[in-house]
């Protein structure tokens, strides 16, 4: 799929809903498996700054990812 035909398909409304609804499930999905496998395996005080970090990523992405989609649905 190319530029042209993304930015076409994402001018959907019902397209861009369900592409925001995927990133924020999978941006949570990421998260939570990531936070489950630092608690198992790290085993120190840098625990807490290592599951910060993967929240702040997570979100990071996530609303960066949103905020493409959103442009690109309503700009074009």
Same mark, same amino acid.
């Given at each position: 799929?190319?530029?042209? %035909? ?9 397209? %861009? ?8 499930a ?30 702040? /990523?997570?979100?990071?992405?996530? /609303? %960066?990812?949103?905020l ?9």
């Amino acid at each position: 799929m190319d530029h042209t %035909a993304l930015t076409i398909w994402l001018g959907a409304p019902v397209n %861009a809903i369900l592409m925001v609804l995927l990133l924020i499930a999978a941006f949570h999905h990421t998260a939570l498996g990531l936070q489950v496998i630092a608690e198992d395996y790290i085993h120190s005080r840098s625990r807490f700054i290592v599951v910060a970090f993967v929240q702040l /990523a997570c979100v990071t992405g996530g /609303a %960066a990812g949103i905020l493409a989609t959103l442009l690109i649905a309503i700009i074009g």
